[in-house]
């Protein structure tokens, strides 16, 4: 037993050390630059028309801007992530920072969540609500419609063009 403990520590030493490539090589330096020197071309005959001025190559036109989403009424996140076209620009907003507003309970007050358990998933763009899950336990449809309302009224102070998403629960 000792000797199979001695062979495998043996092994695995060897294959540590002796297992790695070797530093790949070095690119070879490059050429010196030589200096050109252009000739001048004769001067045209006076007999031939003047040849046209060379057209400007048309530059490429730089990469055009994401369209604006379009958000409606009562969009789910869900619905709010799908809405952002693809290669719009992501500018992520920490969660800290993201869940400040929702935090604080006299945003709820006016609902009376008493002993509700509540859960949000809100979307965010430009500082607005732009698509709330709201799920009360127990089942509460008007209680979910009232923080859903009060949501849609706050404002984030973070005004970003950019979908980011925050989840909370009290």
Request: aromatic share 6%.
């Amino acid at each position: 037993m000792r000797e199979l403990a001695a062979f495998s520590v043996l092994g695995l030493f060897l294959l540590a050390c002796g297992g790695s490539e070797p530093p790949p090589e070095s690119p070879p330096p490059p050429e010196p630059v030589r200096p050109t020197v252009e000739t001048t071309p004769p001067p045209a005959k006076p007999a031939e028309p003047a040849a046209e001025a060379p057209k400007e190559e048309p530059k490429p036109a730089e990469k055009p801007a994401a369209p604006e989403p379009q958000f409606t009424e009562g969009m789910s996140v869900a619905d709010a992530v799908k809405a952002v076209p693809v290669g719009a620009e992501r500018a992520n907003i920490d969660q800290e920072t993201l869940s400040e507003p929702i935090k604080e309970f006299s945003v709820y007050e006016p609902c009376k969540p008493g002993a509700a358990h509540i859960k949000l998933k809100i979307a965010v763009w430009d500082s607005k609500a732009v698509g709330i899950d709201v799920t009360a336990t127990p089942k509460n449809e008007k209680l979910v419609a009232c923080v859903k309302e009060q949501i849609k009224k706050l404002t984030w102070k973070a005004h970003v063009k950019s979908l980011n998403t925050v989840e909370y629960s009290f």
